[in-house]
């Protein structure tokens, strides 16, 4: 634990906090969506804390694939990766720009970048042999039978009889750029890095780096990223106020602290679903088998109490 460095968080900041559920996304909707979402990591700044934020980017992504397929007669189409690449430099700007006035307003001085990321994935996982995470816009029948032909796309039926394409969703193995990072946070800086999971890369077998058609867990990133710059504290930023059990029920009840053998015993009789609660339990799992200290799951709009053990759920060993 000595080579934790106890007032570095990483803050994952989820989708809801750059576009709010109802809304259409557009760019100013983002900016209203960032000033308000920011102001609690402006409070951790201001208390001392130096801070990582990493952020979601699934509706910006399937926006832009779906910019690039409307286009697909008059320019190429991106691969995924380049898409993943696009939307963390925008919203990298974006949260950069937002940040940057807003520390001015509170009279601080720190420098704030945004790197583009790239995240390291073992090509034989498993999850690129059943790929379910879906993204893009919805096609017909006639058009998914196309696009498994000519582009080697997977496309599984939703509810409404339409498909949509699926893809792997690997384990992130190693944040390239963490040494970059981290040095950014020693002379300095606040550093948003590793957008929407970061962009899926492999190594070929001469060793050098290779995009990938994928889509990386955006907690599970930030987990691996804060293991790798030395990070006490995993905050992980989302919809709700903190880790339910029973959750959306009437004997629904909040947990303010919760250690990590209750958080695999609740995971495992299904407390916390995959698409919901499951994947943040496990980043914080396992950020902490990793010796990480604290990881917590708070509301968006309460990052800095969270931050400070008063509001939140804290996840410790």
């Known amino acids: 634990m000595n080579d934790r460095r106890t007032k570095l968080v990483v803050i994952a900041l989820g989708g809801n906090a750059i576009i709010s559920s109802g809304q259409r996304g557009t760019i100013a909707e983002q900016f209203a969506n960032s000033r308000k979402s920011l102001k609690g990591?402006?409070?951790?700044?201001?208390?001392?804390?130096?801070?990582v934020i990493t952020h979601g980017n699934g509706p910006q992504v399937g926006d832009a694939l779906i910019r690039a397929e409307m286009a697909s007669n008059v320019v190429p189409i991106n691969p995924l990766g380049i898409c993943v690449a696009e939307t963390e430099g925008s919203m990298g700007y974006m949260l950069q720009q937002t940040l940057m006035n807003a520390l001015k307003v509170a009279k601080q001085d720190n420098p704030v970048i945004a790197l583009v990321t790239q995240v390291l994935v073992d090509p034989s996982d498993d999850a690129f042999d059943n790929p379910t995470k879906p993204i893009g816009p919805s096609y017909e029948e006639w058009e998914a039978i196309k696009f498994t032909n000519e582009r080697d796309w997977k496309l599984t039926e939703n509810s409404h009889g339409k498909y949509r394409r699926v893809v792997a969703s690997p384990i992130p193995l190693e944040i390239i750029d963490a040494d970059v990072i981290k040095h950014l946070v020693d002379i300095g800086m606040v550093?948003?890095?590793?957008g929407?999971?970061?962009?899926?890369?492999?190594?070929?077998?001469?060793?050098?780096?290779?995009?990938?058609?994928?889509?990386?867990?955006?907690?599970?990133?930030?987990?691996?990223?804060?293991?790798?710059?030395?990070?006490?504290?995993?905050?992980?930023?989302?919809?709700?106020?903190?880790?339910?059990?029973?959750?959306?029920t009437p004997g629904q009840e909040l947990l303010s602290e919760l250690k990590t053998e209750d958080a695999r015993r609740?995971?495992?009789?299904?407390?916390?679903?995959?698409?919901?609660?499951?994947?943040?339990?496990?980043?914080?799992?396992?950020?902490?088998?990793?010796?990480?200290?604290?990881?917590?799951?708070?509301?968006?709009?309460d990052i800095a109490n969270a931050l400070e053990g008063k509001s939140g759920t804290s996840i410790t060993l």
């Open 41 to 51: 990591v402006v409070k951790c700044i201001k208390n001392g804390y130096d801070v």
């Open 196 to 248: 929407g999971g970061g962009i899926p890369v492999r190594r070929d077998k001469d060793g050098n780096l290779e995009g990938v058609d994928a889509v990386i867990d955006k907690d599970f990133a930030s987990a691996i990223l804060a293991k790798e710059i030395g990070a006490s504290t995993l905050l992980m930023a989302t919809a709700v106020d903190g880790v339910y059990l029973n959750y959306n």
């Open 266 to 301: 609740y995971l495992e009789v299904g407390h916390f679903p995959p698409g919901s609660m499951g994947p943040k339990i496990e980043a914080a799992l396992n950020f902490l088998d990793e010796g990480g200290t604290n990881a917590i799951i708070c509301s968006v709009n």
């Open 191 to 194: 550093v948003i890095a590793a």
